[in-house]
């Protein structure tokens, strides 16, 4: 369940921010990520930011993925 | 896009495939709890393309699937009520409840709008002071918070003719209903990313720890699916039972902490009524006392005719796992997407509508 | 002259007669809509393809167009999608009463310039006004006639095992710009709407090959529901690949964070082509020459399998149905 895609912060504004997804851009509540920062991204659900996705671990998951198939 | 393109490379995922091919080598059953996940799993095509030895199971992860007749009546009431505004996530319009719809009461004249954002349910109010507007409050924890932000928004800018139908449902409590209820022998289970990124993965501890079940945190796209699945396979291979994060990059073991702060500041737990399960204790959420002005149950009279259940719908059995929508006798016959007798078949990540759609003769 | 339409425009007296001679006659004025006769009179000859359509588009001003545009271009599209040359459209207007002129005036003027650039003529209308509530601003009927060339036979019903299935351009721009128009969405999207007329890609695909099986334009239902159209039409499969699918970045995003399959989102500038497979490239080359054409591409095949069923080949290399849609697309949260 619970569609939610990654967005990049362009602006900030109290409780809101504007967003771009690729072109696509929305005024969304950061109410749930008090912590986030203009760069930063996060997992949009419902123009709410329920999560500000960390980077490092992005790129530690896909030298996971690329360690565990090379054999394959 | 970013975050999303990387985790879809098809050579990668070949050769994933390739691994847990060489790795799994005892029948296995594994479910996705989370409908998006299921609905990932057919869009992909995973299904083929795993080892003969892993048969996937889809669970009960579908906040549409689970709302009880009961509840959707009380939704459909409501709108019936003179000057009010029914604010609903496009999900639930089609679902049918005993009698009706909100699709069916929109075109009877009742004012029923689709949001996006539960926000955007908040400035219609705003925008419409003499009229009632109700929000019907689905989905799990992904969702629970936005809600209750909403609400903590209501009352700090004064909107009093904001209201909310709490139906929101808690992921833990269900599945461990679930594997008591011992139906369905599970080895391990594909646990919900998003509602992971608000409760973390702590909550799912119980898992490994009383039902030896193996257990890991999955993204969304196939390569965060198949690493999930890898991760899972590992367990079982070793008998080493615990919760992992596959999806590192979206779910901290302590979760969302600002979110289930105000989640817990709105909302108190309580007992919630699932389809085709019944009522489970502490399952559902309901607004605190301090934020009853806002509970459309308590602010309207409502008397719905009583609910019942649509003879020889399955969705019951489909959602707990024990039955596939193959097994039932409706399937693709009297119950189709354009005349849906089950909420199963309406609601896009249902199991009977991801079967009908992308096909059982493509999947397993 | 009021500012806004009121019921007295549609009731034939002199208010009437004002608004289509300064509205309408005086932007869309030609030999035959000039006479302002019960009919149009004009002479044909050959094999008539005949459509009809009625747009009702909300809002009616969106990116790249409005529902003016549309209405000259679904039905110019729908004839060319025959095989035919659009000759003459007819133009019905029901308007609710409070409409804007002004507002009025911009949607005739766009069907004038979309008209133009098709080359039909607008040979006759009507207008009619309706109580505030009884219609949605603004409603349009268009229907259209044309001449389809000797020796075109273009039908859903015609595609072979073996042919290939093209599209002209990127899927999904048309839903997703009035989408994002809608109250309750909110969100801007650097892609406008698609709509086009279509009938000049046409002729010059036809100049290129005699084998052009199927012509459809993917509207309501998107790709989907077209291809799908096809197969059952034919009795035929249809395989298509993933990959090469074209779709704009944006619009790909404005469907992930509404839930939206692209494959289901509509077009009103784009078309499916089902070809013998010794034209297909000669085909597919001459469209990429026309400026509707430039991002067409091969996308799959006709087979003899799975016979009514459209099939997609997945990035991951499985495959998976792609079924027809059922009812509007909602935005969902799962």
Not at chain 2, 36 to 63: D, N, W, Y
Request: charged share 20%; hydrophobic share 40%; net charge negative.
């Amino acid at each position: 369940m619970c569609l939610a895609i990654p967005a990049l912060v362009k602006s900030i504004n109290g409780h809101q921010a504007e967003v771009d997804i690729d072109g696509v851009t929305r005024q969304i509540s950061i109410q749930l990520t008090p912590e986030v920062r203009v760069g930063d991204y996060v997992l949009l659900h419902t123009g709410y930011a329920i999560n500000v996705i960390d980077e490092a671990e992005a790129e530690e998951t896909l030298q996971l993925l690329r360690e565990l198939s090379e054999a394959f | 896009m970013k975050f999303v393109n990387e985790y879809r490379d098809p050579e990668l995922a070949k050769r994933l495939l390739g691994r847990i091919q060489h790795c799994s080598t005892r029948p296995i059953r594994l479910m996705e709890f989370c409908g998006g996940h299921t609905v990932a799993i057919f869009k992909h095509g995973i299904r083929q393309l795993l080892p003969q030895t892993i048969e996937m199971l889809s669970g009960p992860g579908c906040p549409v699937c689970v709302t009880a007749n009961t509840d959707l009546d009380k939704a459909i009431a409501l709108a019936h009520l003179p000057n009010v505004i029914i604010t609903s996530f496009g999900d639930m319009i089609r679902v049918p409840g005993s009698y009706s719809s909100l699709q069916l009461a929109k075109a009877e004249g009742c004012d029923v709008r689709v949001v996006y954002s539960v926000q955007d349910a908040l400035y219609i109010a705003r925008d419409n002071p003499d009229k009632s507007v109700i929000f019907i409050g689905i989905g799990f924890e992904t969702t629970a918070p936005t809600i209750a932000a909403a609400i903590w928004q209501a009352e700090q800018e004064g909107i009093s003719n904001y209201y909310l139908l709490p139906l929101h449902k808690l992921c833990p409590p269900i599945m461990q209903a679930l594997l008591d209820l011992g139906e369905v022998r599970l080895n391990g289970i594909i646990c919900p990313g998003h509602v992971s990124s608000i409760i973390g993965s702590h909550p799912y501890r119980f898992i490994p720890d009383n039902y030896n079940i193996a257990c890991v945190v999955s993204g969304f796209e196939p390569l965060d699916i198949l690493l999930c699945i890898d991760m899972l396979v590992n367990q079982i291979e070793t008998d080493q039972y615990k919760v992992e994060i596959a999806y590192r990059r979206g779910v901290k073991p302590e979760g969302n902490k600002p979110a289930l702060r105000l989640m817990n500041t709105v909302f108190e737990v309580g007992q919630a009524n699932w389809r085709g399960i019944g009522v489970v204790p502490s399952s559902g959420l309901r607004l605190k006392k301090r934020y009853q002005q806002f509970d459309a149950e308590t602010n309207f009279d409502i008397n719905p005719e009583p609910s019942r259940e649509a003879k020889g719908c399955l969705c019951g059995s489909i959602l707990r796992g024990v039955n596939t929508p193959l097994d039932c006798k409706l399937f693709r016959n009297s119950c189709t997407p354009e005349h849906p007798v089950g909420p199963c078949m309406v609601s896009s990540e249902g199991g009977c509508a991801t079967y009908y759609h992308y096909g059982d003769t493509y999947g397993r | 002259m009021e500012d806004r339409i009121l019921l007295a425009h549609g009731s034939g007296g002199k208010l009437s007669h004002d608004l289509i001679a300064k509205s309408f006659v005086s932007t869309l004025g030609n030999p035959i809509l000039n006479k302002l006769d019960d009919s149009a009179v004009f002479e044909l000859s050959g094999r008539l393809a005949f459509t009809t359509d009625s747009y009702v588009v909300s809002p009616i001003f969106f990116p790249g167009g409005d529902i003016g545009k549309l209405a000259v271009c679904g039905t110019v599209n729908d004839l060319s999608m025959s095989g035919a040359t659009p000759l003459y459209l007819s133009l019905s207007f029901i308007i609710e009463e409070g409409f804007l002129i002004t507002d009025l005036e911009k949607i005739v003027n766009s069907v004038q310039q979309a008209a133009a650039e098709a080359g039909v003529k607008i040979a006759a209308g009507d207008t009619k006004v309706v109580n505030q509530g009884s219609a949605d601003k603004l409603f349009i009927n268009t229907s259209g006639v044309g001449i389809v060339p000797t020796g075109v036979d273009i039908s859903g019903a015609n595609a072979k095992p073996g042919d290939k299935v093209i599209v002209s351009g990127t899927l999904g721009d048309h839903g997703i710009a009035v989408l994002s128009q809608r109250e309750g969405l909110k969100f801007r999207v650097p892609v406008p709407s698609d709509c086009s007329p279509l009938n000049r890609l046409v002729a010059e695909m036809l100049e290129t090959s005699a084998n052009l099986h199927c012509l459809r334009d993917p509207t309501r239902g998107g790709l989907a529901a077209t291809l799908n159209e096809f197969a059952q039409q034919s009795q035929v499969g249809i395989n298509i690949d993933e990959e090469s699918i074209p779709i704009n970045k944006a619009v790909l995003s404005a469907c992930e964070l509404l839930g939206f399959d692209p494959l289901y989102v509509a077009n009103e500038g784009k078309l499916l082509a089902v070809v013998a497979p010794a034209d297909a490239d000669k085909v597919l080359a001459k469209m990429k020459r026309n400026q509707y054409g430039r991002e067409a591409a091969i996308i799959g095949e006709v087979v003899n399998e799975h016979l009514g069923r459209v099939v997609m080949n997945t990035r991951l290399g499985a495959s998976r149905i792609v079924d027809m849609p059922v009812g509007e697309l909602l935005p969902r949260i799962c």
